[in-house]
Protein backbone atom coordinates (compact mmCIF):
# COMPACT_ATOMS: atom_id res chain seq x y z
CA UNK A 1 0.00 0.00 0.00
CA UNK A 2 1.32 3.48 -0.62
CA UNK A 3 -0.47 6.59 0.13
CA UNK A 4 -3.92 6.50 1.70
CA UNK A 5 -7.25 7.96 1.16
CA UNK A 6 -10.24 6.65 -0.33
CA UNK A 7 -8.56 5.84 -3.53
CA UNK A 8 -5.47 3.92 -2.29
CA UNK A 9 -4.49 0.68 -3.80
CA UNK A 10 -2.62 -2.25 -2.70
CA UNK A 11 1.02 -1.41 -4.66
CA UNK A 12 3.60 -4.18 -3.84
CA UNK A 13 5.14 -4.72 -7.14
CA UNK A 14 2.85 -2.21 -8.63
CA UNK A 15 4.47 -0.22 -10.81
CA UNK A 16 2.86 3.26 -9.75
CA UNK A 17 4.56 7.07 -10.09
CA UNK A 18 4.79 9.12 -7.29
CA UNK A 19 1.53 11.00 -6.49
CA UNK A 20 1.55 14.86 -6.34
CA UNK A 21 1.86 14.68 -2.79
CA UNK A 22 5.04 12.06 -3.36
CA UNK A 23 6.38 14.45 -5.62
CA UNK A 24 6.33 17.39 -3.12
CA UNK A 25 7.75 14.71 -0.75
CA UNK A 26 10.71 13.70 -2.84
CA UNK A 27 11.44 17.12 -3.57
CA UNK A 28 11.81 17.64 0.01
CA UNK A 29 13.70 14.95 0.74
CA UNK A 30 17.02 16.71 -1.69
CA UNK A 31 19.96 17.74 0.07
CA UNK A 32 19.16 15.24 3.00
CA UNK A 33 20.51 12.00 1.67
CA UNK A 34 24.61 11.62 1.77
CA UNK A 35 25.90 8.61 0.18
CA UNK A 36 28.38 7.64 -1.84
CA UNK A 37 26.51 5.13 -4.13
CA UNK A 38 22.21 4.59 -3.92
CA UNK A 39 20.67 1.02 -4.48
CA UNK A 40 17.09 1.71 -5.59
CA UNK A 41 13.82 -0.87 -6.21
CA UNK A 42 13.57 -0.67 -9.35
CA UNK A 43 10.34 0.32 -9.00
CA UNK A 44 8.98 3.84 -10.59
CA UNK A 45 8.51 5.27 -7.36
CA UNK A 46 11.44 4.48 -5.97
CA UNK A 47 13.74 5.31 -9.07
CA UNK A 48 12.38 8.53 -9.32
CA UNK A 49 13.27 8.79 -5.16
CA UNK A 50 17.09 8.13 -6.03
CA UNK A 51 17.11 10.04 -8.70
CA UNK A 52 16.19 12.96 -6.61
CA UNK A 53 18.79 11.83 -3.56
CA UNK A 54 21.55 11.01 -5.53
CA UNK A 55 23.59 14.52 -5.88
CA UNK A 56 26.22 12.74 -7.57
CA UNK A 57 26.27 9.56 -6.34
CA UNK A 58 25.81 6.51 -8.65
CA UNK A 59 22.55 4.66 -8.72
CA UNK A 60 22.21 1.15 -8.91
CA UNK A 61 19.16 -1.06 -9.28
CA UNK A 62 18.55 -4.10 -7.65
CA UNK A 63 14.77 -6.41 -7.50
CA UNK A 64 15.58 -7.37 -4.12
CA UNK A 65 14.64 -3.69 -2.62
CA UNK A 66 11.42 -4.09 -4.21
CA UNK A 67 7.96 -3.82 -1.99
CA UNK A 68 6.58 -7.13 -0.51
CA UNK A 69 4.52 -9.06 -3.84
CA UNK A 70 0.67 -9.01 -3.20
CA UNK A 71 -0.13 -11.32 -5.66
CA UNK A 72 -3.45 -11.39 -7.09
CA UNK A 73 -4.21 -7.93 -4.91
CA UNK A 74 -1.56 -5.85 -6.07
CA UNK A 75 -2.69 -3.15 -7.98
CA UNK A 76 -5.94 -3.47 -6.60
CA UNK A 77 -8.13 -0.82 -4.15
CA UNK A 78 -7.99 -1.28 -0.75
CA UNK A 79 -11.40 -0.55 -0.54
CA UNK A 80 -12.34 -3.78 -2.63
CA UNK A 81 -9.39 -6.04 -1.60
CA UNK A 82 -10.86 -5.52 2.35
CA UNK A 83 -14.33 -6.86 0.57
CA UNK A 84 -12.98 -9.63 -1.53
CA UNK A 85 -10.69 -10.88 0.42
CA UNK A 86 -12.00 -10.01 3.95
CA UNK A 87 -10.82 -13.43 5.53
CA UNK A 88 -7.00 -12.97 4.30
CA UNK A 89 -7.48 -9.28 4.99
CA UNK A 90 -8.38 -10.12 8.45
CA UNK A 91 -5.36 -13.15 8.89
CA UNK A 92 -3.10 -10.25 7.96
CA UNK A 93 -4.24 -7.65 10.24
CA UNK A 94 -3.84 -10.06 13.31
CA UNK A 95 -0.21 -9.86 12.25
CA UNK A 96 0.13 -13.48 13.48
CA UNK A 97 1.45 -16.02 10.48
CA UNK A 98 5.01 -15.42 9.09
CA UNK A 99 3.52 -17.53 6.26
CA UNK A 100 0.83 -14.93 5.13
CA UNK A 101 1.04 -13.99 1.60
CA UNK A 102 -2.24 -12.34 -0.07
CA UNK A 103 -2.94 -14.99 -3.27
CA UNK A 104 -0.08 -15.88 -5.53
CA UNK A 105 1.99 -13.53 -3.45
CA UNK A 106 4.93 -13.47 -1.11
CA UNK A 107 4.77 -14.35 2.48
CA UNK A 108 6.49 -12.45 5.13
CA UNK A 109 9.03 -14.76 5.93
CA UNK A 110 10.32 -15.06 2.51
CA UNK A 111 10.36 -10.88 2.34
CA UNK A 112 11.91 -11.30 4.96
CA UNK A 113 14.83 -13.15 3.89
CA UNK A 114 14.63 -11.35 0.84
CA UNK A 115 15.52 -8.11 2.22
CA UNK A 116 18.17 -9.25 4.82
CA UNK A 117 19.90 -10.88 1.45
CA UNK A 118 20.06 -7.95 -0.01
CA UNK A 119 21.12 -5.31 2.25
CA UNK A 120 23.83 -8.26 3.42
CA UNK A 121 25.28 -8.24 -0.02
CA UNK A 122 24.83 -4.49 -0.76
CA UNK A 123 27.18 -3.85 3.02
CA UNK A 124 29.99 -6.51 1.61
CA UNK A 125 30.03 -4.57 -1.37
CA UNK A 126 30.78 -1.37 0.36
CA UNK A 127 32.29 -2.16 3.77
CA UNK A 128 33.59 1.26 4.40
CA UNK A 129 31.03 3.58 2.48
CA UNK A 130 27.87 5.31 3.49
CA UNK A 131 25.19 3.42 0.84
CA UNK A 132 21.89 4.56 0.65
CA UNK A 133 19.00 2.08 -0.08
CA UNK A 134 15.97 3.60 -1.47
CA UNK A 135 13.13 1.20 -0.94
CA UNK A 136 10.02 0.27 0.63
CA UNK A 137 8.36 0.55 4.00
CA UNK A 138 7.67 -3.06 3.54
CA UNK A 139 11.59 -4.04 3.68
CA UNK A 140 12.33 -1.43 6.04
CA UNK A 141 9.83 -3.03 8.32
CA UNK A 142 11.66 -6.68 7.88
CA UNK A 143 14.99 -5.13 8.43
CA UNK A 144 14.07 -3.73 11.58
CA UNK A 145 11.95 -6.66 12.49
CA UNK A 146 15.61 -8.75 12.08
CA UNK A 147 17.33 -6.37 13.80
CA UNK A 148 14.63 -6.22 17.51
CA UNK A 149 14.25 -10.08 17.07
CA UNK A 150 10.36 -9.55 16.11
CA UNK A 151 8.75 -12.27 14.01
CA UNK A 152 8.11 -11.25 9.91
CA UNK A 153 4.61 -10.98 11.07
CA UNK A 154 4.86 -8.25 13.21
CA UNK A 155 5.87 -5.52 10.89
CA UNK A 156 3.40 -2.49 11.69
CA UNK A 157 5.67 -1.27 14.77
CA UNK A 158 8.34 -0.69 12.07
CA UNK A 159 6.51 1.08 9.77
CA UNK A 160 8.13 3.92 8.21
CA UNK A 161 6.33 7.53 6.50
CA UNK A 162 6.81 8.15 2.94
CA UNK A 163 10.45 9.98 1.61
CA UNK A 164 11.40 9.48 5.63
CA UNK A 165 15.02 8.48 6.51
CA UNK A 166 15.85 5.84 8.37
CA UNK A 167 19.61 5.18 9.14
CA UNK A 168 21.40 1.94 10.54
CA UNK A 169 25.00 0.88 10.54
CA UNK A 170 25.22 -2.87 8.67
CA UNK A 171 28.01 -5.68 8.83
CA UNK A 172 27.30 -8.60 7.62
CA UNK A 173 23.71 -10.04 8.96
CA UNK A 174 23.47 -7.53 11.82
CA UNK A 175 22.86 -3.73 12.27
CA UNK A 176 22.84 -0.76 14.58
CA UNK A 177 19.40 1.44 14.61
CA UNK A 178 20.99 4.93 14.40
CA UNK A 179 17.55 7.00 13.29
CA UNK A 180 14.14 5.35 12.91
CA UNK A 181 11.51 7.43 10.59
CA UNK A 182 12.68 10.66 10.71
CA UNK A 183 10.57 13.44 8.64
CA UNK A 184 11.89 16.40 9.87
CA UNK A 185 13.26 16.95 6.51
CA UNK A 186 8.83 17.53 5.33
CA UNK A 187 6.97 20.01 6.10
CA UNK A 188 4.26 18.93 8.27
CA UNK A 189 1.44 18.92 5.78
CA UNK A 190 3.64 16.41 3.96
CA UNK A 191 4.20 14.01 6.66
CA UNK A 192 2.14 10.95 6.05
Known amino acids: MNGGGPDAVMSGWTDLPLSAL ?12 HAEVIYASPLRRARDTARHCADGADILYDEDLRE ?21 WARNERQADDDFRWP ?3 SYAELRRRALAAV ?18 G ?13 PARWSAFRVGNASLTELDWASDRGVLRS ?7 APALRT
Do not use: Y
Open 22 to 33: GEQQVSALEGHV
Open 180 to 186: FDDRTHL
Open 120 to 137: SRIAARHPTSRVALVTHA
Open 139 to 151: VITQLLGHLSGTP
Open 68 to 88: IGCGEVDGLPLREVQRRFADA
Open 104 to 106: GGE
